[in-house]
C-alpha cells in the first residue's frame, strides 16, 4: 500500500462518523427517478416528469439532513437549496478565462461540486475535486447520483497534492490560500502538481495597498479562526513567482457582497453581514477592511 493509499484509507474513515453515517445509509435509499433532465447552468437543476410525490418527499428531506449548503444553487425534483454562496457569480466572473476542453482539472476545496458540475459542459477529459468534509462529499455524492458524472472526489486536501498519481493542465484552488499557514509552500504544491504551461486559477482575501506586505489578523478575520495572511497584490505577485509561476495575471478585483454571501434557510447559521461591523460596512467586525477578493491566472 503506498503514502497515498494510507491516506485515503484513513480519510475514508470520516464517513463513518456518528453524524456521517446516517447520511451515507440515507443516501443509499435514494430513489431511482427515470427521464432525468439536467441543466448545468446558474441553478443546476434536475428533473423529470416521471418523479412521484413520494420521491420527491424523501429527496426533500434527504436535502435538508445535509445543511449547512455553502456552495450553489441547486434544484433537485422542485426543492430548491438556496445556498449561502451564489457560486454562479465567481464561475461566471472566470470561465471566459478558460477552455477545459480535453484537460486533466482539479479542484481543490471543491465542497460539494457546484463548480465541478459546472465544468462538465466544456467536456474535460477528466475532473478531480479534492476536499476533506465528509459531509461536502455527501453533497456531492448526493447530487452526482442523478447527474452521473465520473467526478472524482477525493477526501484530500492540497497538502497531498505533492504526492498525487495525477498531474493536471488547469488547477482551480478558489477561496483555500488565506486558510494556509504557509501561503507559499501551498502555491509550489500546486505548481507542482501542474503539467508544464498549466494553468491555475486563484482566488484570495486582498488587502488594498502597494505594498509588498500581508495582514496577519491576531485571531479572527470576518470571525473566521484560520485567516493566516491576506495580501496586497504585490505581496501576492511575490508569493506566486517564489513559487515558480511566471506568467501572472490579475483578472478581477471584488468586494464580497450581501447578495454574493447571505444568510438562508439552508445554513442555519451567521454569514456575511454578521461578519461586517455593524456600524461600517467596510470594516469586519474586528475593525479589519471588509472582505475583497482578488482573482488571479498563472502559469508556469
Not at 432525468?36 to 439532513?65: G, H, P, R
Not at 465544468?119 to 447527474?147: E, H, R
Not at 501561503?183 to 504544491?189: A, D, F, M, Q
Request: glycine share 4%; with cysteine; aromatic share 12%.
Amino acid at each position: 500500500m503506498t503514502p497515498l493509499d494510507k491516506i485515503k484509507k484513513e480519510r475514508d474513515k470520516s464517513l463513518k462518523y456518528k453524524n456521517i453515517l446516517p447520511l451515507r445509509e440515507a443516501l443509499l435509499k435514494l430513489p431511482n427517478i427515470k427521464n432525468i433532465k439536467i441543466e448545468l447552468d446558474n441553478i443546476i437543476k434536475i428533473s423529470s416528469l416521471a418523479v412521484t410525490k413520494q420521491q420527491k418527499e424523501y429527496i426533500n428531506s434527504f436535502a435538508l439532513s445535509l445543511k449547512p449548503w455553502r456552495k450553489g444553487p441547486f434544484e433537485l425534483f422542485g426543492t430548491f437549496i438556496d445556498s449561502e454562496w451564489q457560486s454562479w457569480m465567481k464561475y461566471n466572473l472566470l470561465e471566459p478565462h478558460f477552455n477545459l476542453k480535453d484537460k486533466v482539472v482539479a479542484d481543490i476545496g471543491c465542497n460539494n461540486g457546484y463548480y465541478m458540475f459546472r465544468m462538465l459542459k466544456q467536456q474535460p477529459k477528466k475532473i478531480v475535486g479534492f476536499d476533506p468534509s465528509a459531509l461536502f462529499k455527501t453533497q456531492f455524492d448526493f447530487i452526482n447520483k442523478y447527474i452521473k458524472s465520473d467526478i472524482v472526489y477525493e477526501l484530500l486536501g492540497v497538502e497531498h497534492l505533492d504526492i498525487y498519481d495525477t498531474k493536471f493542465d488547469t488547477i482551480f484552488c478558489l477561496g483555500v490560500l488565506y486558510h494556509r499557514s504557509d501561503p507559499i509552500l501551498t502555491l509550489k504544491s500546486l505548481k507542482k502538481a501542474l503539467n508544464k504551461n498549466g494553468e491555475l486559477f486563484l482566488d484570495t482575501f486582498m488587502i488594498d495597498g502597494d505594498k509588498e506586505v500581508a495582514l496577519t489578523p491576531r485571531a479572527r478575520y470576518s470571525k473566521i479562526p484560520n485567516i493566516f495572511f491576506i495580501p496586497t497584490i504585490p505581496a501576492l505577485k511575490n508569493w506566486l513567482f517564489r513559487a515558480g509561476f511566471s506568467d501572472i495575471e490579475i483578472l478581477d478585483i471584488k468586494k464580497t457582497e450581501l447578495q454574493e454571501q447571505r444568510k438562508t434557510d439552508w445554513i442555519e447559521s451567521q454569514s456575511l453581514e454578521n461578519f461586517l461591523d455593524p456600524k461600517n460596512s467596510t470594516l469586519t467586525i474586528e475593525g479589519y477592511p471588509a472582505p475583497k477578493r482578488v482573482y488571479v491566472k498563472a502559469t508556469w
